[in-house]
């Protein structure tokens, strides 16, 4: 863990971080984080990583409580696999557009439009999709466990139809595509991306393979977004353009000190990349809601097994792939 750059005295009378850090001494509390976060909360996590990661990390705890700093499909895969355990998530409102972009009854009546389909879901999704997939995975393992399946067997891919697209196109499937995607990713700017890299000549351009099809055609690399990070860190190059959500950066500095990291460009008025739905998470909250223990992820037990058994199934599968 690097050093907190937050510091003075706050609204609770004392360094906020060491506040923090006696609330998860005295409740026996891990706070596990996403890429995503703001920089604060990544310095204080005690784990970060992306979905495969932290679900990773979730199932092997020993921790009481969990505080997720995510957003909701992410807390509820760690309740969903911690049945037993507090889940606590600072904000509530911290949702997820591709989430949003498939509804579980409209997603039962697509599915049954194919019955002879085995359903691989993106975890980005909520728990009702999850129930009525056979199989969950990350941007980290989706061509692993698509090949794992025979070459024959039919497959429905949701919700992120860029990240199945650019899985059929490496794998050479045909997968039908559920038609929902990430916000964050689909706003990077074909036009300013191409005019950044005409200004950074020796720069690689390295992108989320949930951006747009003509986004990936211009990178130099796509990865989930360890494998980004990974890539920066292993590459000789000195600058890199990053079309992912702009919370990453700040680990990437950590972890390449002398490396120049620029976010890609947008094709928005505020010229950002950050997920509106991430950063509704502060330090602030974070400390709230594990002082309170609320907000704290419930959910029906029925619906928490059928979701549970295509996530057991992903962990197996990349378990045994070594992932």
């Known amino acids: 863990m690097v050093t907190p750059h937050f510091s003075g005295s706050t609204r609770y009378g004392t360094d906020l971080f060491e506040a923090i850090d006696q609330l998860k001494k005295q409740k026996n509390a891990v706070i596990l984080a996403h890429y995503y976060q703001e920089p604060d909360i990544q310095d204080i996590a005690d784990y970060i990583g992306d979905s495969l990661g932290l679900a990773q990390n979730a199932l092997k705890t020993t921790a009481d409580i969990i505080v997720f700093a995510g957003v909701h499909f992410m807390a509820e895969t760690a309740k969903i696999i911690n049945p037993t355990k507090k889940v606590l998530l ?190 509704l998470n502060t330090l602030e909250k974070l400390y709230d809601c594990l002082k309170n223990e609320t907000p704290e992820i419930l959910m029906n037990e029925q619906l928490r097994l059928a979701a549970k058994k295509p996530i057991d199934r992903m962990l197996e599968i990349s378990a045994r792939l070594g992932l």
């Open 90 to 279: 600072p904000d509530v409102n911290a949702g997820c557009s591709l989430s949003d972009s498939c509804p579980p009854p409209l997603f039962k009546a697509f599915k049954d439009k194919h019955p002879d389909h085995l359903v691989i879901s993106y975890i980005n999704c909520s728990a009702g999709i999850k129930a009525l997939s056979d199989i969950i995975c990350t941007s980290s393992n989706a061509r692993q466990i698509v090949d794992s399946l025979p070459t024959e067997q039919k497959i429905i891919f949701a919700p992120d139809k860029n990240l199945g697209a650019y899985i059929n196109k490496q794998t050479g499937r045909q997968m039908v595509l559920w038609n929902g995607s990430c916000m964050v990713h689909e706003i990077f700017s074909l036009e300013k991306i191409t005019k950044l890299k005409n200004r950074h000549p020796n720069a690689m351009f390295i992108a989320h393979p949930e951006c747009e099809e003509a986004v990936l055609q211009l990178a130099d690399y796509i990865g989930s977004t360890t494998a980004l990070l990974k890539y920066t860190q292993q590459s000789p190059a000195q600058t890199f353009i990053v079309a992912t959500e702009a919370g990453i950066l700040h680990r990437m500095q950590i972890e390449a000190p002398g490396k120049t990291f620029i976010p890609a460009p947008p094709n928005n008025s505020c010229a950002c990349n950050d997920c509106p739905h991430m950063k």
